[in-house]
C-alpha cells in the first residue's frame, strides 16, 4: 500500500503560477512511478504527467509541455508540479497518483487537491 497527500492547490489568476506537492509514504519502492491527474468539472479524469522516482524519466500531456515541469525528491518521497502561465481551461482537481511502470494504470491516489485560475 502506498499513501498520497497532495498539498499546494489554490485560486490564482490567469498566466500566474503554483506548485503541487505529492507526499508519498508506505511501500513506495513498490509504485516508482508517480504522477499527476486533473479532473474538471464534469468531465473525465485525464492524464498530465508522469515521472520514474529517480526523476531521469518524465512523460506529458501535449496541453501542458513547456508550461509544468514535473519532478521528484526521492529522499522525501516527494513529487512536484510546478505550473506557470496558467490558464483558465487548467482549473481542475489535481490528482496525484502511483504506478507500477510507466505506462500502466495508477493504482493508488491521493485525494485531491482544487486549483482554479480565473480569467
Known amino acids: 500500500q502506498v499513501q498520497l497527500v497532495e498539498t499546494g492547490g489554490g485560486l490564482v489568476q490567469s498566466g500566474g503560477s503554483l506548485r503541487l506537492s505529492c507526499a508519498a509514504s508506505?511501500?513506495?519502492?513498490?509504485?516508482?512511478?508517480m504522477g499527476w491527474y486533473r479532473q474538471a468539472l464534469g468531465k473525465e479524469r485525464e492524464f498530465v504527467a508522469i515521472t520514474s522516482s529517480s526523476g531521469t524519466y518524465t512523460r506529458y500531456t501535449g496541453s501542458v509541455k513547456g508550461r509544468f515541469t514535473i519532478s521528484s525528491d526521492n529522499a522525501k518521497k516527494t513529487v512536484y508540479l510546478q505550473m506557470n502561465s496558467l490558464k483558465p481551461e487548467d482549473t481542475a482537481v489535481y490528482y496525484c497518483a502511483a504506478a507500477v511502470s510507466r505506462t500502466g494504470a495508477p493504482d493508488s491516489w491521493g485525494q485531491g487537491t482544487q486549483v482554479t485560475v480565473s480569467s
Open positions: 508506505g511501500r513506495t519502492y513498490s509504485r516508482p512511478y
